[in-house]
């Protein structure tokens, strides 16, 4: 028998070469582009709400739309100041002779207790309304709330709040 006693010769030990710090350089250089040029999607500037009556029985209803009764259309511009807080507020009636509206000063509790009478004159008559809120780009989003939360509380329940600015709709 034969047996061969030959050993394998070894390799040396060869390192890769996989030069790391310009990968790392280009990476860092990619993520300052992709930080530079980022540019968020502007802030939602309309929020369409149009929340069901609450039953007392526990269900919602939802609002007809083949209803014969056309609902009274109320509309509040508010124009905001540069640091978002509400510099002055108007309430009109869609297609009242009154082209400028009832000023309503800056003041959330005028508003409020406008739409307040406005929702029982409505409840009293068994109408429905609707109530636009046209607001400034600047106004602050806890002010937004405020207005939509008054307009509930009051019965509304058509509230639709949209920009200031016609173009923008």
């Known amino acids: 028998m034969l047996s061969h006693n030959r050993k394998r010769q070894g390799t040396d030990f060869v390192e890769p070469d996989l ?5 790392l350089d280009m990476s860092f250089q ?3 582009f992709f930080i530079m040029t980022f540019k968020p999607a502007p802030t939602e500037g309309q929020i369409m709400l ?6 007392p029985g526990g269900g919602a209803s939802i609002p007809n739309p083949a209803a014969p009764e056309k609902p009274i259309h109320y509309i509040v511009r508010v124009v905001a100041t540069d640091t ?3 510099e002055k507020m108007t309430l009109s009636e869609e297609g009242s002779a009154a082209a400028v509206g009832k000023d309503l000063t800056g003041d959330i509790k005028v508003y409020r207790d406008e739409v307040r009478a406005l929702g029982a004159a409505l409840t009293a008559q068994k109408k429905v309304g609707k109530l636009t809120l046209e607001i400034h780009p ?10 939509v939360d008054h307009a509930i509380r009051a019965g509304f329940n058509d509230i639709s709040p949209v920009p200031l600015d016609k173009k923008n709709r």
């Open 19 to 23: 030069p790391i710090t310009p990968m």
């Open 30 to 32: 990619l993520l300052a």
């Open 50 to 55: 149009t929340l069901p009556k609450e039953e």
């Open 84 to 86: 978002g807080t509400i």
């Open 138 to 147: 600047k106004l602050l989003q806890a002010h937004v709330m405020g207005l």
